[in-house]
């Protein structure tokens, strides 16, 4: 068995026989431990991947059914048999695959670094402060507008409250996210992520590929688990396995296009070469093919420790040099040793001496909390992995899938061999059957006519002498086979049950008709029970998400660190927005998650609350569309149960300012009554006062005429009466209009 080489050497000892070794090395050992998994165990999985697929061979089903006889000849019943797959297992995998793809991921960025927490506690300080400043001046015009506030920036200490547990964002979280969403985007993940979905369920492990390509473009591709090749591992993701590769297939003009081999190199791979005689097809798997040679293309860790010298120059001062990986320390010096982990890189042409595009990897990715660590380009899930043996949902189906198909071809032969309805009739009764007085016999033939054209059949009992007859001279022969086919259905549903169960289906969720009588209640929990089942896969999928996003944030520091031109590339676009955006990525240490989308009942129970809300008034239809855009459950009925809350009492304050409106108003009409009144009273006294004076002038007027020109008494008292009249009238009219004053005052 090849040995691995050393990795505790000078680094620069790990040169191209380094990688040579190393690579024969990996392939010696996959070849042992991993013999029915990944490349070496290929056929078990395109065996799976035919079965989800429904395209398994059928010539297991011939043997199962009906051997080949001494002469290698199958019975001609079975040559008409139609053995076309019965879709079943393609049909759990569609319902599984899409009923996993309902369950979305929004992408949570979290810039968890000592500045970014700083800055976070400055922003919610300074928020506070502007609330209270905004308490103290409300009555203050364009006080929001001197304050700064934004449109989304809280307006109480509650909102403070929501925004710092669920909405806020540093400025770096933002733009990893655009970041993230654009390199998903311009590589199609969301349908890389399909791929993937569908091999954990086959296989019970799937994986991505994240890298820079020759254009420096950040790009992600699916890994074929077929031709995939992985070291020995305990976890889920693999982060413990000591290398991780890839057969690919190449082309002669491939390996001369690399430009490291000579001609007489190139005839030499063609010798030695480990793809002679073998095939692939479209999908990589191996066909034949003489022009197509293998190619492991590999990453391994490995451990550099680079050697430092300590020493005290003739000044007195302390230096700290790079030196000879071999030096040893004296009295003089001291050599350190510090050391990292590193990825070295190749492309080994299998089964030759020959290996290019090797080397110390660049771009290795190091997160900022942990710079000595890294990992590789590669990112794998297996939710239930245990010492490199993982298990798929298909796996799980196939034995009851076989049967299945089993009893259909058994349901086919019986059709194929089926006999019709017939008859047993006694001849010796038909030949004795005597019609009456005459003596005239029947024929057999004729009284079986009769009986195939009308059903009837006349028969005696007894012989003319008296001897008992067969009584039954026609016995029909009922055929048996639809009870036979019967007992078949009656086992594909027992299968299909069995396979429901194993997999953990149920009527409600495998596409079949439900009783329709069952409740919502009992319908949700068999959904849920389906959710749980494939639950494996879900949250699988998910942290496989969390481990590429967290590569690809990296790489895109380590772009903007290459300069604008490098970052325009990674991204692939030629525009300066997300440029500008993303300045201050860098710096910042950065926690990536992916949070689940609710789900359809729990959209349906918000929506509820909502619209309960809205028709009692306590939010409005601006409110509604506000929580619509927010993903987190959690958040929105927190906004939700905020916004009533504010809302109604804002609606109390508003009710308490229209109740002191209307008392206000209430008393200055009653003092404007009281105000008229007086007013009224005041006006009314004087008129009199005046009356009273009028009069006195009269009768002074009066006594005076009587004394001058000695009128006669009747007309002088006549006289007066008129005089007083005329004055009574004009007051009584002054009065009226008083009063009238008051009403129109009254009524305002």
Same mark, same amino acid.
């Given at each position: 068995?090849?040995?691995?080489?050393?990795?505790?050497?000078?680094?620069?000892?790990?040169?191209?026989?380094?990688?040579?070794?190393?690579?024969?090395?990996?392939?010696?050992?996959?070849?042992?431990?991993?013999?029915?998994?990944?490349? !070496?165990?290929?056929?078990?999985?395109?065996?799976?991947?035919?079965?989800?697929?429904?395209?398994?061979?059928?010539?297991?089903?011939?043997?199962?059914?009906?051997?080949?006889?001494?002469?290698?000849?199958?019975?001609?019943?079975?040559?008409?048999?139609?053995?076309?797959?019965?879709?079943?297992?393609?049909?759990?995998?569609?319902?599984?695959?899409?009923?996993?793809?309902?369950?979305?991921?929004?992408?949570?960025?979290?810039?968890?670094?000592?500045?970014?927490?700083?800055?976070?506690?400055?922003?919610?300080?300074?928020?506070?402060?502007?609330?209270?400043?905004?308490?103290?001046?409300?009555?203050?015009?364009?006080?929001?507008?001197?304050?700064?506030?934004?449109?989304?920036?809280?307006?109480?200490?509650?909102?403070?409250?929501?925004?710092?547990?669920?909405?806020?964002?540093?400025?770096?979280?933002?733009?990893?996210?655009?970041?993230?969403?654009?390199?998903?985007?311009?590589?199609?993940?969301?349908?890389?992520?399909?791929?993937?979905?569908?091999?954990?369920?086959?296989?019970?492990?799937?994986?991505?590929?994240?890298?820079?390509?020759?254009?420096?473009?950040?790009?992600?591709?699916?890994?074929?688990?077929?031709?995939?090749?992985?070291?020995?591992?305990?976890?889920?993701?693999?982060?413990?396995?000591?290398?991780?590769?890839?057969?690919?297939?190449?082309?002669?003009?491939?390996?001369?296009?690399?430009?490291?081999?000579?001609?007489?190199?190139?005839?030499?791979?063609?010798?030695?070469?480990?793809?002679?005689?073998?095939?692939?097809?479209?999908?990589?798997?191996?066909? !034949?093919?003489?022009?197509?040679?293998?190619?492991?293309?590999?990453?391994?860790?490995?451990?550099?420790?680079?050697?430092?010298?300590?020493?005290?120059?003739?000044?007195?001062?302390?230096?700290?040099?790079?030196?000879?990986?071999?030096?040893?320390?004296?009295?003089?010096?001291?050599?350190?040793?510090?050391?990292?982990?590193?990825?070295?890189?190749?492309?080994?042409?299998?089964?030759?001496?020959?290996?290019?595009?090797?080397?110390?990897?660049?771009?290795?990715?190091?997160?900022?909390?942990?710079?000595?660590?890294?990992?590789?380009?590669?990112?794998?899930?297996?939710?239930?992995?245990?010492?490199?043996?993982?298990?798929?949902?298909?796996?799980?189906?196939?034995?009851?899938?076989?049967?299945?198909?089993?009893?259909?071809?058994?349901?086919?032969? %019986?059709?194929?061999?089926?006999?019709?309805?017939?008859?047993?009739?006694?001849?010796?009764?038909?030949?004795?059957?005597?019609?009456?007085?005459?003596?005239?016999?029947?024929?057999?033939?004729?009284?079986?006519?009769?009986?195939?054209?009308?059903?009837?059949?006349?028969?005696?009992?007894?012989?003319?002498?008296?001897?008992?007859?067969?009584?039954?001279?026609?016995?029909?022969?009922?055929?048996?086979?639809?009870?036979?086919?019967?007992?078949?259905?009656? %086992?594909?549903?027992?299968?299909?049950?069995?396979?429901?169960?194993?997999?953990?289906?149920?009527?409600? &969720?495998?596409?079949?008709?439900?009783?329709?009588?069952?409740?919502?209640?009992?319908?949700?929990?068999?959904?849920?029970?389906? &959710?749980?089942?494939?639950?494996?896969?879900?949250?699988?999928?998910?942290?496989?998400?969390?481990?590429?996003?967290?590569?690809?944030?990296?790489?895109?520091?380590?772009?903007?660190?290459?300069?604008?031109?490098?970052?325009?590339?990674?991204?692939?676009?030629?525009?300066?927005?997300?440029?500008?955006?993303?300045?201050?990525?860098?710096? !910042?240490?950065?926690?990536?998650?992916?949070?689940?989308?609710?789900?359809?009942?729990?959209?349906?129970?918000?929506?509820?609350?909502?619209?309960?809300?809205?028709?009692?008034?306590?939010?409005?239809?601006?409110?509604?569309?506000?929580?619509?855009?927010?993903?987190?459950?959690?958040?929105?009925?927190?906004?939700?149960?905020?916004?009533?809350?504010?809302?109604?009492?804002?609606? $109390?304050?508003?009710?308490? $300012?229209?109740?002191?409106?209307?008392?206000?108003?209430?008393?200055?009409?009653?003092?404007?009554?009281?105000?008229?009144?007086?007013?009224?009273?005041?006006?009314?006294?004087?008129?009199?006062?005046?009356?009273?004076?009028? $009069?006195?002038?009269?009768?002074?007027?009066?006594?005076?005429?009587?004394?001058?020109?000695?009128?006669?008494?009747?007309?002088?008292?006549?006289?007066?009466?008129?005089?007083?009249?005329? %004055?009574?009238?004009?007051?009584?009219?002054?009065?009226?209009?008083?009063?009238?004053?008051?009403?129109?005052?009254?009524?305002?």
């Amino acid at each position: 068995m090849i040995k691995f080489p050393s990795d505790t050497i000078d680094p620069k000892k790990k040169d191209k026989d380094w990688i040579l070794q190393t690579g024969k090395a990996i392939w010696d050992e996959s070849k042992t431990f991993s013999s029915s998994i990944f490349y !070496h165990g290929r056929d078990k999985f395109r065996k799976y991947r035919d079965y989800s697929n429904g395209r398994q061979p059928i010539d297991k089903y011939k043997n199962m059914v009906m051997p080949l006889d001494a002469n290698g000849v199958r019975p001609d019943n079975f040559q008409q048999l139609d053995y076309t797959i019965l879709p079943i297992i393609p049909k759990f995998k569609k319902i599984a695959l899409g009923k996993i793809d309902k369950i979305g991921f929004n992408i949570v960025a979290t810039a968890i670094d000592s500045i970014a927490r700083d800055d976070e506690e400055d922003y919610f300080a300074e928020q506070k402060a502007k609330i209270k400043m905004l308490e103290e001046l409300s009555d203050v015009p364009n006080i929001e507008s001197m304050l700064d506030l934004k449109d989304d920036d809280p307006r109480s200490l509650e909102e403070i409250k929501i925004k710092q547990e669920y909405s806020y964002k540093h400025i770096a979280a933002v733009e990893a996210e655009k970041g993230l969403k654009q390199v998903f985007t311009n590589n199609k993940y969301d349908q890389i992520l399909d791929r993937v979905k569908a091999d954990i369920f086959d296989f019970g492990v799937g994986g991505v590929r994240e890298y820079f390509d020759e254009n420096n473009k950040i790009k992600i591709r699916h890994a074929n688990m077929e031709n995939f090749v992985c070291g020995y591992s305990e976890e889920p993701d693999f982060s413990d396995s000591h290398y991780m590769c890839e057969v690919k297939p190449y082309s002669i003009e491939e390996i001369r296009a690399s430009g490291e081999f000579k001609e007489d190199e190139i005839e030499e791979i063609l010798k030695q070469r480990g793809g002679g005689n073998t095939r692939f097809d479209r999908r990589g798997v191996e066909q !034949h093919n003489d022009n197509k040679i293998l190619v492991l293309e590999f990453e391994v860790k490995s451990f550099n420790e680079p050697a430092y010298e300590k020493r005290v120059n003739s000044f007195g001062n302390k230096k700290i040099n790079k030196t000879d990986y071999n030096k040893k320390s004296n009295d003089k010096r001291t050599i350190v040793k510090d050391g990292y982990k590193v990825i070295y890189k190749g492309k080994w042409i299998i089964s030759t001496d020959y290996v290019f595009d090797y080397g110390l990897c660049t771009n290795m990715k190091r997160s900022k909390n942990q710079l000595k660590e890294t990992t590789f380009s590669w990112h794998l899930m297996a939710p239930n992995q245990d010492q490199m043996n993982f298990f798929g949902v298909t796996e799980a189906m196939v034995p009851i899938g076989d049967q299945i198909q089993l009893a259909w071809l058994k349901i086919q032969n %019986l059709l194929l061999n089926a006999v019709p309805p017939g008859i047993a009739f006694d001849l010796s009764a038909l030949e004795n059957l005597n019609l009456g007085h005459s003596g005239e016999k029947w024929l057999p033939r004729k009284a079986l006519e009769m009986y195939r054209q009308r059903g009837d059949m006349p028969f005696r009992s007894q012989r003319e002498d008296g001897e008992p007859m067969n009584t039954q001279s026609i016995i029909p022969i009922q055929n048996k086979v639809a009870v036979e086919i019967n007992n078949f259905v009656n %086992l594909v549903n027992g299968f299909m049950g069995i396979l429901r169960d194993n997999i953990g289906f149920n009527e409600v &969720t495998d596409g079949s008709t439900p009783d329709p009588r069952t409740l919502n209640g009992v319908a949700n929990l068999a959904y849920q029970a389906t &959710t749980n089942a494939l639950n494996h896969i879900i949250q699988g999928t998910k942290f496989l998400n969390e481990n590429v996003a967290d590569s690809i944030v990296i790489r895109l520091q380590d772009a903007f660190g290459a300069g604008e031109n490098a970052y325009k590339k990674a991204l692939g676009i030629n525009t300066e927005r997300f440029w500008k955006v993303l300045s201050n990525i860098t710096i !910042h240490e950065l926690s990536l998650k992916f949070e689940d989308k609710p789900n359809d009942e729990e959209k349906a129970v918000l929506n509820r609350r909502m619209e309960l809300a809205e028709q009692a008034g306590q939010i409005t239809v601006a409110d509604s569309t506000y929580i619509d855009t927010i993903d987190n459950v959690k958040e929105k009925a927190m906004v939700l149960a905020y916004l009533v809350k504010k809302n109604m009492a804002d609606k $109390q304050a508003m009710d308490m $300012q229209n109740i002191q409106a209307n008392a206000q108003s209430q008393q200055e009409s009653a003092a404007m009554t009281a105000q008229m009144e007086e007013k009224r009273l005041e006006l009314e006294y004087g008129y009199k006062s005046q009356l009273q004076r009028e $009069q006195n002038e009269a009768l002074f007027v009066i006594e005076r005429l009587k004394s001058k020109t000695r009128i006669d008494e009747a007309d002088i008292k006549e006289a007066g009466r008129a005089f007083t009249k005329q %004055l009574e009238n004009e007051g009584k009219q002054t009065i009226k209009q008083m009063e009238s004053v008051k009403d129109n005052n009254k009524t305002k």
